[in-house]
């Protein structure tokens, strides 16, 4: 800790615990404590800590070759790819490393596809509240001044809209909109789902104006609301035309990637994007591990997401100050009258991890292979420290 004060940049304001190693839903910090992981590195460790499978493909990997360029194929990217294919409804991926460089990439096309029409569709639809990452362009489309306004002027001609709001929508795109920006479950901004309503507007109002719906599932998407994404729980789905996803997809090590139809993908040409490390094969193998367990994982999400959803509305049923719990399957959040960080250092002490985002809203999202004795592990810690408020 004092080497990080002395060298490291000082962007991070992290919480006073040097971790070591981890087994299932257990972390432990360098002292052998143990902790109870309830925000799996922000939503990244999908199965956990040391999940045999996915150190056995690791390893084996690891051993044959991590990094080849795409300069050449490897075996296991376009197998990857087709998986994404059969999930998304979708039909072409490009493999990045985090969620602010598939979020790029989406722009990206989104422009593009805008360009070929009329130079001047190039605006962005975007919504208030958001969250896409850090990088200039996804800042650009992210709807909360705390992110944006040290770095000011970002991408001109984009346009906000409060999430939820059909008649902003509608005043907002255009002939001129390239692309319509929607974070299904608003993660950063506090555990907000969209309307399925709000969603379907934003798809018919886009096709009618040849826009692109560029869906960001980096925190809410691959398996943790229960179904492979978020987009897919209303039905029939409003599909989008590209989906932008992350954090769980090589369980901790970095891949991101933009899934896209015919149509967004004939935007992107030979020489137009690439990554260097993206889509390398250590994270394509890891990855495709991952999606075959994910597979069997899906109903227990439904199931274990569905037995904290309920016990967390207990706990607030007994607290006047919890104003709402919100979420799907393992993406919770509890809205609290007050901030939140107390309770998140307390927690610690007691032996559990999560997090509060949007200053006032605890935030859970354990690994999928959570169980329901592990859930009320953690709802027991968040009900003592309630009751001592
Ligand atoms: C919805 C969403 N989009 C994009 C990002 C950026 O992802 P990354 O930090 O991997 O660049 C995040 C990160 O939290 C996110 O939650």
Not at 260 to 267: F, I, M, P, V, Y
């Amino acid at each position: 800790m004092d080497l990080e004060q002395e060298y490291v940049l000082q962007n991070y304001a992290r919480y006073p615990l040097v971790l070591a190693r981890g087994k299932g839903c257990h972390i432990y910090d360098v002292e052998g404590r143990r902790y109870l992981d309830f925000i799996s590195g922000i939503g990244v460790n999908a199965l956990g800590h040391a999940h045999p499978r996915i150190l056995k493909v690791l390893r084996e990997q690891a051993g044959l070759m991590i990094h080849c360029s795409n300069l050449y194929y490897h075996q296991y990217q376009g197998r990857l790819a087709k998986r994404l294919a059969e999930m998304t409804g979708l039909n072409r991926t490009f493999f990045a490393n985090t969620g602010s460089e598939a979020m790029e990439g989406a722009l990206k096309m989104a422009k593009s596809h805008g360009r070929a029409i009329n130079p001047a569709k190039y605006e962005i639809v975007a919504l208030e509240n958001s969250f896409h990452g850090r990088t200039l362009g996804a800042l650009s489309v992210t709807g909360q001044a705390k992110y944006r306004q040290d770095f000011e002027p970002l991408l001109p001609s984009v346009k906000f809209v409060a999430p939820n709001d059909e008649a902003g929508l509608e005043q907002a795109i255009s002939g001129v909109t390239a692309g319509v920006v929607l974070e299904m479950i608003q993660g950063e901004g506090g555990i907000c789902p969209l309307n399925p309503s709000f969603v379907q507007k934003a798809r018919e109002l886009a096709s009618l104006f040849h826009a692109l719906v560029i869906a960001d599932e980096t925190q809410c998407g691959v398996g943790r609301p229960g179904t492979y994404f978020a987009y897919q729980r209303s039905s029939p789905p409003a599909l989008p035309d590209i989906v932008v996803a992350a954090k769980p997809v090589a369980c901790g090590l970095p891949l991101g990637f933009i899934v896209a139809n015919s149509k967004a993908a004939a935007a992107i040409r030979p020489g137009m994007h690439g990554s260097t490390f993206g889509g390398g094969p250590l994270a394509c193998r890891v990855a495709l591990e991952f999606l075959d367990i994910l597979d069997e994982l899906l109903p227990a999400i439904q199931r274990v997401g569905g037995y904290f959803h309920v016990s967390l509305n207990e706990l607030a049923r007994k607290h006047g100050f919890v104003k709402e719990v919100r979420g799907f399957g393992l993406m919770l959040g509890v809205d609290l009258a007050m901030p939140g960080k107390q309770i998140v250092l307390d927690a610690m002490a007691e032996g559990l991890l999560i997090n509060c985002t949007h200053d006032t809203v605890l935030r859970f999202l354990p690994p999928y292979i959570v169980t329901e004795k592990e859930v009320d592990q953690a709802v027991k810690i968040v009900g003592k420290l309630f009751a001592r408020i």
